[in-house]
């Protein structure tokens, strides 16, 4: 069971296998969310707006981009097995924060917390403004920067009131938007590849570097692409039977995603010539215009897109309450994050849009966009670390035998597993650039004072 607001005022007991208590929730009368709609959720926080423009940004290294793309998927498949095994042991809401705190003490969970917290207020300002974008190609704005502004408070608020009214909303818009975002993807893929030409892929290794070195340069852009394989791990204290259905969700909503990127980025490999391709800012309009003629394509893609990015605002707004909630649970976030309305965070729902409303407003209005593009880079940093003390607690369990007795091939199939999704987090990290990592530590460390402050209350009271 969760701990009350009175006991987060008190040091916060041991967890693991001498506290099996606190790894065991009592079920929640707003638990509303079952296997699909978890899956909804992975599929639609992991495709956002960026799908729209993978094609061509890889299209620079040739089809080997396709083989990066595989194995890319491998190792984001393993770490959502990982997070299934993860949750089955501990099938609290806030996922990586639970994993990190439980294995590692407090310290570990709040910079899992903190740094999970700022990849999910950023990220969603990026969405909001990228949509904007999308919007003017349906609504021309004119480049008016108030209706700009509007437009993009709209798309952060909107999923807000969504979270707001309840899990029960929020689950409705993650399938709905997850349905209506899919149908075109897929229509365009089937569509590409029916319409499919060889002479069109380009060469394999179209950037000189040979295969391994362009697999790498294109590894280095699609990366990014699988965050989000968290996102049911993250909620788990909303899903149903969580100790199945988080693992069933993370691989499947990972499986799902990784079948669109790869069928949409080969349809538009076949379909848009190379030459044109490397140089196209709209992908996937350019193939549907070829695949059916006209010029009509930017306008269903941007329909499209738009979907698919309220989708993911919606999905990461209700991450963006979670790991402070559970943090605050624990006393190490202020109590008022922990506070909930109708089995949602109420107030870290509302400060997690208030601060990215202010970052999106600050790059509309002061033309900060330099500034901007630095804090949307830092969340690649931020992103990973999750992942990679979320992995690291698998193998620590593992190497103390804490996990559940299984013979000796289950056990050297789990060390390989989260050796390799430990490596893929790694990986993650490395691809995110010494200037991300940089910038990263030092947005990451300045939330060691809210860490001070909250144990030194702690110790105090």
Do not use: C
């Amino acid at each position: 069971m969760q701990t009350s607001p009175a006991a987060t005022r008190q040091a916060p007991r041991p967890s693991g296998p001498e506290n099996p208590d606190q790894a065991t929730p009592t079920p929640s009368k707003h638990r509303r969310f079952g296997l699909p709609t978890a899956t909804a959720l992975v599929m639609g926080n992991i495709i956002g707006g960026g799908i729209f423009m993978i094609p061509a940004a890889v299209a620079p290294f040739g089809t080997v981009s396709l083989l990066a793309f595989v194995v890319l998927t491998v190792g984001a498949i393993a770490l959502a097995l990982v997070f299934g095994q993860l949750a089955r042991r501990n099938p609290r809401t806030g996922g990586p924060y639970v994993y990190a705190r439980e294995a590692f003490g407090d310290f570990a969970g709040f910079l899992s917390a903190w740094s999970y917290w700022i990849t999910t207020w950023v990220s969603n300002a990026a969405l909001a403004v990228a949509a904007v974008g999308y919007l003017d190609v349906l609504l021309p704005l004119g480049h008016s920067i108030p209706l700009e502004i509007t437009a993009a408070l709209a798309f952060q608020w909107l999923p807000a009131l969504a979270n707001l009214a309840g899990t029960r909303y929020v689950g409705v818009v993650q399938l709905v938007s997850t349905v209506l975002k899919f149908i075109p993807l897929l229509l365009v893929s089937v569509g590409g590849l029916l319409s499919f030409d060889s002479k069109n892929l380009g060469p394999f290794d179209a950037s000189g570097q040979g295969w391994m070195g362009g697999m790498s340069a294109a590894a280095a852009i699609l990366l990014f692409s699988y965050l989000g394989v968290e996102s049911a791990a993250m909620s788990a204290g909303q899903v149903r039977d969580p100790e199945r259905n988080v693992g069933r969700a993370s691989v499947l909503g990972t499986a799902g995603a990784a079948v669109v990127y790869l069928l949409g980025t080969l349809a538009v490999f076949g379909t848009v010539a190379h030459d044109r391709l490397i140089h196209s800012s709209a992908p996937f309009s350019d193939a549907v215009n070829v695949m059916f003629g006209g010029s009509w394509g930017g306008t269903v893609i941007a329909v499209a897109a738009l979907v698919s990015m309220v989708g993911a605002l919606n999905g990461w707004t209700l991450l963006s309450a979670q790991a402070p909630y559970a943090a605050a649970k624990d006393g190490l976030f202020p109590a008022v994050f922990a506070k909930e309305k109708r089995g949602v965070p109420v107030f870290g729902v509302i400060i997690s849009v208030a601060l990215a409303s202010g970052l999106t407003v600050l790059n509309f209005a002061s033309g900060a966009k330099g500034a901007f593009e630095i804090l949307v880079l830092v969340t690649t940093f931020t992103a990973t670390v999750p992942y990679l003390l979320s992995t690291a607690a698998q193998l620590y369990w593992l190497v103390r035998g804490a996990t559940e007795k299984v013979n000796g091939t289950h056990l050297v199939r789990d060390a390989v597993l989260g050796l390799g999704a430990f490596a893929f987090s790694l990986w993650l990290l490395a691809g995110a650039g010494y200037a991300a990592v940089y910038q990263g530590v030092l947005f990451l460390f300045a939330g060691i004072l809210v860490y001070v402050w909250m144990a030194g209350r702690r110790r105090a009271g």
